[in-house]
């Protein structure tokens, strides 16, 4: 790990971090005055209604942070992000960390001197609204220090320029398809966790909620092994089946190129993608055919050998535009 | 991978398609274990009928480059090696030759023995 790399993890991981320490000392304080029992669970009113062992609320405790101190460090490192992005999620750590700091804090102490049935005032539920204006005083702290800290450069976003894209030399009246799979490992993971999403609300709330989410999880499912395909009707994703697809006619096109590029930083994520000035099926970082439309958008699908990809679409576009 | 067909050509579309397998294969273009597209995507794509793209598809199994499952489609086999491949091809070319030539079928073969007894 470099010494930028280091900065942009501890940053990132540093209110998680902050509250972990501020939690333990107050544990330690405390420690003799608490019950054996926490009441770690309040309802509406207020009212405990779950308990746990206070070593049990400890390793609770610790591992939550420590876990999303990680995560959040392992996304600025691997991240690159850049700009408004970074910004979010260094201002997003710092309250997040700040609100399940200052809660998991107060539990503590409500339980302070508090008798065997949980405390007598309950968790008065102003707590929560204090926790979340924590939070949302953290959140600009956070974001003003992600400006000090060194930036990375945002990903170059290559002036392509039709002088250097690649073609495929073709006879006349010759006709090319390129097609390629695309499968990603985590995509029928991804479809099981909503379905099961889907039957967890059916059945806790209502399946007014769960159907939606359940055809939702089937028509992603139809695209867990999509496929890319370059020919005469342009740039296509399809799924399983016929339809639904994501096409992208040549007529729409300017120019394709292939060039890698980073799912969380360009992207936010993976997926099918849209932001302001791009879209994207996005499956992981890497190589990836990035065509610019007329409209002046860009439109991306990682697939390997996006070389092949690039130059066929940009010689499909020649032989139209020479009305061929 | 890249397939490319010339309707106007006199080879048939499904021997066009399987020799653009081949070509890939040959290349090192793709590897074993990769999947080829699905037969109707592949026939969308190159304005083909699904039976052409069947037709090359089922040539290229006969010939040990891919296989075909119910469900799972077809994919390059584990042992088509470029080497494999390429000796396919020259086959073909030696077939041609000897068609060209006006050669018989046992002809050839008689030829390929003596060739293999020496």
């Not at chain 1, 799912?263 to 791009?278: F, I, K, T």
């Amino acid at each position: 790990m470099t010494r930028k790399n280091l900065g942009r993890a501890t940053l990132a991981a540093l209110p998680f971090v902050l509250a972990l320490i501020v939690g333990l000392v107050v544990q330690l304080t405390v420690q003799d005055r608490l019950p054996d029992r926490l009441a770690v669970h309040f309802d509406a009113g207020g009212s405990a209604d779950r308990y746990m062992g206070i070593t049990a609320y400890l390793l609770y405790g610790l591992g939550t942070l420590l876990v999303l101190g990680s995560l959040w460090a392992v996304f600025a490192v691997n991240g690159k992000l850049y700009g408004r992005g970074r910004s979010w999620l260094i201002g997003g750590g710092f309250a997040l960390a700040a609100f399940l700091g200052y809660l998991l804090i107060t539990v503590l102490l409500v339980n302070v001197d508090a008798p065997e049935g949980g405390p007598t005032d309950g968790f008065p539920l102003w707590h929560v609204a204090v926790a979340v204006g924590a939070g949302a005083v953290a959140w600009p702290i956070g974001a003003l220090l992600s400006r000090l800290a060194p930036a990375p450069e945002g990903p170059d976003d290559g002036d392509g320029g039709g002088a250097i894209r690649e073609r495929i030399a073709l006879a006349d009246g010759e006709v090319a398809g390129w097609a390629r799979g695309i499968g990603a490992w985590w995509a029928p993971l991804a479809v099981l966790a909503l379905l099961a999403a889907a039957v967890a609300v059916g059945r806790d709330l209502s399946w007014f909620a769960g159907a939606p989410l359940a055809v939702l999880a089937l028509v992603i499912g139809t695209f867990c092994r999509p496929h890319v395909t370059v020919d005469r009707r342009g740039l296509t994703v399809s799924g399983l089946l016929p339809k639904p697809r994501l096409r992208v006619p040549l007529e729409r096109m300017a120019g394709a190129d292939s060039r890698r590029v980073n799912a969380l930083a360009e992207y936010g994520g993976w997926g099918y993608r849209v932001r302001p000035d791009r879209s994207g099926v996005i499956t992981r970082s890497g190589e990836a055919i990035v065509v610019s439309l007329t409209s002046g958008r860009e439109f991306a699908v990682t697939v390997d050998d996006s070389a092949t990809g690039a130059a066929l679409l940009n010689t499909l576009l020649d032989r139209q535009r020479a009305g061929r | 991978m890249l397939f490319r067909v010339d309707p106007n050509s006199t080879v048939p579309l499904g021997d066009q398609i399987a020799a653009a397998v081949r070509r890939a294969v040959a290349e090192g273009a793709v590897a074993p274990g990769e999947r080829l597209p699905a037969a109707r995507v592949l026939a969308e794509s190159l304005g083909v009928n699904v039976h052409t793209v069947l037709r090359g598809y089922q040539r290229l199994r006969e010939e040990g480059l891919i296989e075909l499952r119910r469900g799972r489609g077809a994919a390059v086999t584990a042992n088509a090696s470029p080497q494999r491949a390429r000796l396919l091809e020259r086959v073909r070319e030696a077939v041609a030759d000897a068609r060209d030539l006006g050669m018989t079928e046992d002809e050839l073969i008689a030829l390929v023995r003596g060739e293999l007894g020496a």
